[in-house]
């Protein structure tokens, strides 16, 4: 059965750790927890996608849950909540875009383009299945615009909309 709700992987985005930095910010109107986000000059967070850092909006992290807003509902505007810092090794759920086919757990990911605040498989890049494996990424990969942020941590199937996955 596809995930394609947060609530549906678990409590939180934050599965491993516990130590992560925790950035204050306001609600928007579109940041859902486990989005990736980055914050504006107002305070508000704002869903990112690959084509974010050309309008001056850096990658700040992912979209806690909000204590008292519902898993899987945007968190409003103007409410505060914390944006988690991810760390590298340690495991979080997010959401994906539909990769139109199933991939297997340790399939690179990086930053999405068609919907702001998901992740998405690098492109020609491959790992075997496996988190400890070689990547061989082919000539056509420009690892500057589709850095390797993250990697599945368990197989997804076509229509799953979050994952579980290990921050690269």
Known sequence: MA???MSE???TP??????????????DVAALAGMMVGILSTGKVVPIDADSATLGISFIGIMDRHPTVDYDTIVGDEILNNVIVP???????????DM???????????FG????????????????????????IDDTVDILAQPIVAYLDEKVISTQKVAHIRWA
Not at 14 to 27: M, T, Y
Not at 88 to 95: E, I, L, V
């Open 9 to 11: 992987l678990g409590e």
């Open 14 to 27: 934050q599965r491993s750790g516990g130590d992560e930095e925790l950035i204050p910010v306001l609600g």
């Open 100 to 110: 139109g086919d199933t991939f297997l757990k340790g399939t690179p990911l990086t």
């Open 3 to 5: 995930n394609t709700l």
């Open 87 to 97: 760390k590298s090794g340690r495991k979080y759920d997010c959401f994906i875009e």
């Open 113 to 136: 383009t068609t919907t702001a605040g998901s992740l998405m498989k690098v492109a020609n890049a491959s790992t075997l299945g496996t988190l400890n494996n070689t990547l061989v």
